[in-house]
């Protein structure tokens, strides 16, 4: 099977990416699919709708298991390959509806932030916990929070690190809209639908006046956060911190090292 199933009804393309036994984690051959299906994206689809296989998940970050057995150099490398991902999927000329069954964190909740509009399911929660890691975001997650959520929010969601239901996500503006697990996907293809039912032509220009004007140097913004990812590899804390996540270890307390 797949580790990202793409499908199509009329002119919408789902794509679900499909780890269910491990939450839908992201390592190097989940992007590498979800990659190659943005690439399978025809010019008859109108509108994309991203989902996670299994009612669990989303997608419940990277795989913190690969994380913790890299050093440096090889973060770096697996950033650059998350980021570029997901900034692909941002710059797609159609518009991109996530829609959250359960887990988005780290990397799950970076991959919502990248679409244009996000509908969650009552179970969502959304975090970005990698300051427990002893990481940062570094697939975006830093830029496009505080684009989405304001600085006072986003902010407040990167340093304490803690989970938000769907009810707070809608409150903040984090979700459009929330559902039943069991609406979720008739809801996003609805919208989906919605949108496909347009002018096409006006619907692609409207999402580049938005993405020029609005996400006007995120490409360098995105190189910033590369540098303070990678930084963070090499510490005392972030080791100590997935060795403990990976052997199902309380959290050290941070040594500042």
């Known amino acids: 099977m797949s580790l990202v199933e793409m499908s199509k009804r009329n002119h919408i393309a789902l794509l679900t990416i499909n780890r269910p036994e491990a ?4 390592n190097e051959e989940v992007l590498d699919a979800l990659s190659d ?14 989902t996670g296989a299994g009612s669990k998940a989303f997608v419940a ?12 150099a090889e ?29 988005a964190l780290g990397g799950g909740f970076e991959l919502a932030l990248a679409c244009d509009i996000r509908i969650a399911s ?10 427990t890691l002893g990481i940062t975001p570094g697939f975006g997650g830093t830029q496009r929070i505080v684009r989405v959520l304001g600085m006072g929010v986003g902010k407040e969601l990167l340093y304490t690190a803690r989970r938000m239901k769907a009810d707070e996500a809608l409150r903040v503006g984090a979700v459009n809209a929330v559902y039943s697990p069991e609406a979720l996907m008739d809801e996003a293809f609805a919208l989906a639908e919605r949108i496909a039912s347009n ?14 004007g609005f996400m006007s140097g995120i490409d360098a913004d995105l190189a910033v956060e590369l540098d303070a990812y990678t930084s963070c590899y090499g510490t005392r804390d972030q080791a100590n911190a997935m060795a403990a996540f990976v052997n199902k270890q309380k959290p050290p307390v941070f040594e500042n090292k």
């Not at 970050?61 to 440096?72: E, K």
């Not at 770096?76 to 996530?98: H, Q």
């Open 23 to 26: 939450l839908n984690s992201l």
């Open 37 to 50: 299906a943005v690439d399978s994206i025809d010019d008859d689809v109108r509108c994309v709708i991203i």
């Open 61 to 72: 970050g990277a795989d913190v298991a690969v994380l913790a057995t890299q050093d440096a």
């Open 75 to 103: 973060a770096r490398r697996f950033g650059e390959k998350g980021a570029g991902v997901f900034r692909r999927i941002e710059s797609l000329r159609v518009p991109v509806i996530a829609a959250v069954n359960g887990y």
């Open 122 to 131: 009552s179970n969502a929660v959304f975090a970005l916990p990698e300051v």
């Open 199 to 212: 002018a096409p032509i006006a619907v692609r220009a409207a999402k580049r006046a938005v993405n020029e």
